[in-house]
């Protein structure tokens, strides 16, 4: 696959179905080296992918329960043993694409070794999420960060039905192309566990799969009609998988 696909995905980039782990869920790990990275203009680390039909609503207990377990055990396998966990909603809670983040850390109460955040977005704060987890991170030192956010997909198939862990850390907003500063373990000084789901592809994405003319198209955005379910859906499962994680 072409690096010029707008997806956040590192199995789409790579065009790799990376090394299965075992069990009923279909889980798949791929590794990015410093010359994959630069290749695929993301960071190096471990990213493992989970495809599943919870997410679009209208499965059973078990399988969410089963997902969720799988998450917990792929982020706590990141996460260090002991210590405070900062967990970080980024996006916008008025744009229900983007409001994922929000919705999983008020899914997960305070205490024990959770803490969480939602910075906003610059839009509506004047303040870059940045610089908000990194004042915040200074004071209150947790051992590691677990970061939630919209993804984006160069596939319709696979909105609301992947989930992405990865070790590498995340760029903000780079699900809509609004790239802010990084979170990362080189700019935050802690290990950073990026967690999204992809929400929305891009017009012209679509479009040229069909065989179309997609300029003029590279910054319409397009999300399912039931996206509100997919979130709702997301959110918890998510925000259950880090409780268990912690």
């Known amino acids: 696959m072409k690096v010029s696909l707008y997806t956040d ?71 260090p043993d002991a210590g405070k966990v900062l967990i970080v909603g980024l996006g916008n809670a008025g744009l229900t694409a983007d409001a994922l983040g929000g919705r999983v850390c008020a899914g997960i109460p305070a205490g024990g070794r959770a803490m969480t955040l939602v910075p906003g977005v610059f839009g509506m704060t004047g303040v870059e999420s940045f610089d908000v987890v990194k004042g915040v991170t200074e004071r209150t030192r947790p051992a590691a960060i677990v970061a939630v956010d919209s993804l984006a997909a160069a596939s319709t198939q696979r909105v609301g039905r992947v989930v992405q862990i990865s070790d590498a850390g995340i760029t903000p907003g780079s699900g809509v192309s609004n790239h802010r500063g990084r979170l990362g373990r080189e700019t935050l000084g802690v290990p950073v566990i990026s967690v999204g789901v992809p929400l929305v592809v891009y017009a012209s994405t679509i479009i040229r799969d069909a065989g179309g003319d997609e300029s003029g198209f590279e910054s319409l955005i397009v999300t399912p009609k039931d996206i509100d379910v997919i979130v709702a859906e997301s959110a918890e499962v998510i925000a259950r998988s880090i409780l268990r994680a912690l």
């Open 9 to 79: 995905l590192a199995s789409e980039l790579t065009g790799a179905a990376g090394a299965p782990r075992p069990g009923t869920l279909k889980l798949s790990e791929i590794v990015l080296d410093k010359e994959q990275a630069a290749r695929y203009r993301k960071a190096e680390g471990k990213y493992v992918t989970a495809e599943t039909d919870v997410l679009t609503g209208g499965a059973d207990e078990r399988k969410r329960h089963r997902l969720a377990v799988a998450l917990a055990d792929v982020m706590r396998a990141m996460l």
